[in-house]
């Protein structure tokens, strides 16, 4: 990946933060997208590469961002479309709002943003989705956190056979169970937090997620060995799954 120019929608915290500091050490060219102007300034700070202020929910704002790396004649290797959230809640008591602000930002926003891009993207170029494994596995409480995930991976499918004579191909990550803000964010207490980790010591890799522990999987689809893959999927869910 040394001199490779990826972008990292989300990249404050979390799954995003962990890859871009990966790759930064290992020489790429990083740029990274947040929401929050004074998270995006320190992240950018700490990891010593380029920001952008994007909410992937504001289509003006997702528009702007690829004006401005035309403007900054930025061309993409790679792209990762990482942003997201997740509201856990029952499907007799889920809002309006929530539904459609889980959708907006899971589904809608990185369609927008991958669209956007197009002309941001070299020939060959990466895209990576970060998925979930909710997508293959039911959990209570996330089933439109799920339904919007598995939406987008649709829209790859599609979107890799209208790309392919561009160059570009898009393959999916899909984390197991992973220790990020997306859990505080959600409602959990950090004694919850804790208590759920615990039991994922029972499963075959024997404890919970960091987000380092994604970053190999998506970097591979990033690198050119992944040049004939297209709509794989690569589940990293510490044998969850089994």
């Keep these: 990946m040394k001199n490779q120019t990826v972008l990292i929608t989300g990249g404050t915290a979390g799954i995003g933060f962990a890859l871009a500091q990966h790759l930064v050490h290992n020489g790429a060219h990083v740029v990274i997208t947040g929401r929050d102007p004074e998270r995006l300034a320190n992240a950018t700070q700490r990891l010593g590469c380029a920001g952008y ?4 929910t504001q289509l003006t704002q997702i528009q702007a961002l690829a004006g401005d790396l035309q403007r900054d004649q930025i061309k993409l ?4 479309l990482n942003a997201g959230v997740f509201f856990p809640e029952a499907l007799a008591t889920t809002r309006e709002a929530a539904f459609d602000l889980t959708f907006n930002t ?3 926003g990185p369609f927008f943003t991958l669209q956007a891009l197009l002309p941001c993207l070299k020939n060959p170029a990466s895209v990576v989705f970060v998925s979930s494994i909710a997508v293959h596995k039911a959990f209570p409480g996330a089933a439109v956190y799920a339904a919007s995930k598995a939406a987008f991976e649709a829209i790859v499918r599609v979107a890799n056979l209208e790309l392919a004579p561009s ?3 898009i393959n999916s990550v899909r984390p197991g169970v ?4 997306i859990q505080g964010k959600a409602g959990m207490s950090s004694e919850a937090q804790a208590a759920f980790y615990e039991t994922l010591k029972a ?3 024997g404890r919970v997620m960091s987000p380092e522990d994604q970053v190999g999987a998506i970097e591979f689809l990033l690198s050119g060995h992944s040049l004939p893959l297209r709509n794989a999927v690569i589940e990293v869910d510490g044998g969850l799954l089994l």
Excluded: M, Q, W
């Design 178 to 181: 992973t220790a990020t803000e």
């Design 203 to 205: 499963t075959p890799f």
């Design 106 to 108: 899971n589904t809608k």
């Design 167 to 169: 160059g570009i191909r």
């Design 77 to 80: 290797d790679g792209l990762v």
């Design 53 to 56: 202020l994007a909410d992937s």
